[in-house]
């Protein structure tokens, strides 16, 4: 049933688009795949697939090392990358784009490098209840080696975050606010700019957490007024181990180094050492070069779809989900959020979702099940785990529609 024509919304035309994406005209157990698994990564367009393939084949070498040709080709697709990305998220500078393997690593660096060194007994760091794991865990390591204390910002039972607590949570002793832009479990999308223009009043840093939000959104770091935006690029169809973390120059410089090594020194003696600017200085070792190359050639096509048409479509793609969803009966969708992104978390009566998951995979359907790296958020809802379908531009309503029917044939077996 109302199968999209190919070329729907604003001119986009699907099959097109599809036909970049090698993985998508697989089959899985004999039937046409159908990939709602994209918040946990995303598939790649054959572009990025052809950039990575493209460096190993004719530039391979490593950066900023050698001065032979190939070494100052790799280095200038390596450092074209952070143009590129930098221009994506309109970064202030080039030099304010430091190249992480995710997100993990970009929280991670911020904890050990800015907050460790600033914490003290009796601070304390905010967070939300709708945190992914690597927006708490390295927040609790850096509290537990300073005595600081975690607090965390309540959600309401839409999974919107209680705005009016805000400012009792924002007290003298909290030296960072840290949240995510878009919620990997429920799919909300919090109100940033507002949040961080009330934290700055008081003179917080605020880190953002944008996994979720490149995919779908367009961001302005600068706009949006934060410290610290980390994300990672195989959300966003780039290479796996890609990531970046982006901070306001002054910030990135007042840091000392993370991890030591080739690279990230202006001087090394056995005496001691010195550090090279920002971003290098948190860039030690080989970096992932192929992988930043693909990463640069996925915004370009992320940008040649244009991502206001790409969240265009995908509203339509989630109204379309959650209404055909709500029709098999007994299930639940967990995140309600006004304006959400394309993440359905649900559950259907008192079936188990790794059950769930496990049947519609027979069909060839790809969603995740499990806490979704979310433990805590599966405690506020009380409960284990949920299914969860994730889309991106490239899924239709048929899609969407086969996924209905196969939930529906699963509960009628598993109730
Ligand atoms: N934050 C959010 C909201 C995420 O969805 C994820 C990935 N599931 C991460 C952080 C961690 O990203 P990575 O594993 O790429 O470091």
Redesign the pocket.
């Known amino acids: 049933m109302n199968a999209l024509p190919a070329r729907d919304l604003a001119g986009f035309d699907v099959e097109r688009v599809r036909a970049d994406f090698p993985a998508l005209s697989r089959l899985v157990h004999g039937k046409p795949l159908v990939y709602f698994d994209n ?2 990564t995303a598939q790649r367009p054959r572009a990025v697939i052809d950039a990575v393939v493209e460096y190993y084949t004719e530039h391979n070498a490593n950066v900023s090392r050698a001065v032979h040709t190939l070494g100052a080709e790799a280095t200038a697709l390596y450092e074209g990358a952070r143009d590129r990305l930098a221009r994506w998220i309109n970064a202030g500078s080039r030099d304010e784009v430091v190249f992480t ?5 970009a929280t991670n660096l911020v904890a050990y490098a800015w907050a460790m060194p600033r914490l003290r007994e009796g601070d304390a760091i905010v967070v939300t209840t709708m945190e ?1 794991h ?2 708490i865990v390295p927040w609790q390591l850096a509290c537990e080696r300073s005595g600081a204390k975690l607090k965390v910002w309540p959600i309401t039972p839409e999974g919107e975050l209680v705005e009016d607590a805000l400012d009792r949570l924002l007290t003298p002793e909290v030296k960072l606010l840290a949240l ?1 832009h878009v ?2 479990a429920l799919g909300t999308v919090n109100p940033v700019a507002r949040i961080a223009a009330q934290a700055r009043a008081r003179g917080i840093p605020v880190l953002v ?1 944008g ?2 939000a490149l995919p779908h959104l367009a961001v302005d770091v600068q706009a949006l007024g934060v410290d610290f935006y980390c994300f ?1 690029g ?2 966003m169809f780039g290479p796996t181990g890609t ?1 970046a973390l982006w901070a306001r120059r002054e910030i990135l410089e007042s840091m000392p180094p993370f991890l030591g090594g080739g690279e990230m020194i202006r001087t090394v003696r056995f005496e001691g050492s010195t550090w090279a600017d920002p971003p290098h200085r948190f860039e030690a070792g080989t970096p992932n070069i192929a992988g930043f190359i693909g990463l640069a050639a996925a915004v370009d096509y992320l940008a040649g779809l244009g991502i206001e048409r790409i969240a265009a479509r995908e509203r339509d793609l989630l109204a379309h989900a959650t209404a055909r969803f709500l029709e098999v009966p007994g299930l639940r969708i967990l995140g309600t959020a006004p304006g959400k992104a394309p993440v359905i978390s649900f559950l259907v009566g008192g079936v188990h979702a790794h059950d769930l998951a496990t049947l519609i995979d027979a069909e060839g359907i790809a969603v995740r099940s499990g806490h979704h ?1 979310a433990h805590p958020l599966m405690q506020h809802y009380g409960v284990a785990a949920t299914a969860r379908a994730s889309l991106a531009f490239y899924n239709t309503h048929a899609e969407i529609d086969r996924c209905a029917e196969a939930l529906e044939r699963a509960r009628r077996m598993l109730a």
């Open positions: 918040a946990n393997s995710g997100t993990t690593m992914h690597a927006n995510t919620s990997n957490d996994s979720q990672t195989h959300k990531g790296c």
